[in-house]
Nanobody, 121 residues
């Protein structure tokens, strides 16, 4: 009953900006942490940024001060505002949420299908 819909990917020139959005449909679930990961060809999936339910954020050093993650808890949507994009940012970006069933303690991770971001001149 948890569905993630990602959008905002595409092509952009170096130095450009892009905003990713992940709209969640989690009937009877409570969303805790939300995050964005990315995976470039030949590399492992890595954490880009995360945001806790209370708003605390964490960023990978490579994107700190360039990317910003924020969430709309009422709409259960998480965004990733990407600025000053570099070719090395090229990857498939995945939305991830940690959610638990209403009135349950155990939480599980859920993933989107990914959206391609390509940065090139």
């Amino acid at each position: 009953q948890v569905e993630l819909a990602e959008s905002g990917g595409g092509w952009v020139q170096p130095g450009g900006s892009l905003r990713l959005a992940c709209i969640t449909s989690a009937r009877d679930f409570i969303i805790d942490d939300m995050a964005w990961y990315r995976q470039a060809p030949g590399k492992q999936r890595e954490l880009v940024a995360s945001i806790a339910k209370g708003g605390a954020t964490k960023y990978d050093l490579s994107v700190k001060d360039r990317f910003f993650i924020f969430r709309d808890n009422t709409k259960t949507t998480v965004y990733l505002q990407m600025g000053t994009l570099k070719p090395e940012d090229t990857a498939v970006y995945y939305c991830n949420i940690r959610a638990r069933r209403f009135l349950h303690v155990e939480a599980n991770d859920y993933w989107g299908q990914g959206t391609q971001v390509t940065v090139s001149s």
